[in-house]
């Protein structure tokens, strides 16, 4: 009975494993940096971290942004972009987040229901460092060597705007949907995975697009 209780768990563990490598390969970070990029490309920039009122009040995220380059135009239009993301008439659009902010693996992680772990680093030397959008020729680090954004970090409303508050001084604490570490994408759209143990000095150089450091991803 031991031995049989033993190889059931075993099995168990198996396919718990097996399908959070599944949810690790199988990822939708190409589409999001794909419409990231086709943002770029008519905008000459990236979009910022989130929408701003003109007297600076933040709106709406950049994930609401770049919808009409995630074949969502329509639900795009549906947003009143002058309001914030909880008006009473922004809110109710809530509940429409389209697929590629879904979280792909939620065992280790309670993602509530419209929430996305998809999220920006904003502050110095960020890719969403600019309150206007920052261009790919002010990458001097290189679009490969720059985290534009990642899948970890506290859940919030997709719609909502808010950023990973990036500060040098300070330590790098990202948890994300995974045992070992969380999903990436850089600003070349090239997806990478960086593991909780990173040292502290790869994760601000690769954050900061302007550190003028080498950053070798093999590491």
Known sequence: MILGGGLLWGAIVTVIWMREQSARTHCNLAGIAYALHCYHDEHGRFPPAFLRSPDGQPLLSWRVLILPYLEHPELYHEFRLDETWDSPHNIQLLKQMPYAYKAAWTRYVDVPAHHTVCRVFAGRGTAFESCDGVPLDDFPDGSGNTLLFVEAGEPVPWTM??????????????????????????????????????????LHNVIQRNSGENKPWDR
């Open 161 to 202: 705007p808010e950023a990973i508050d990036y500060d040098p001084a300070e330590p790098v604490q990202l948890r994300g949907l995974f045992r070992a570490g969380f999903r990436a994408c850089s600003a070349d759209g090239a997806y990478r995975f960086i593991k909780y143990d990173t040292d502290q000095l790869f």
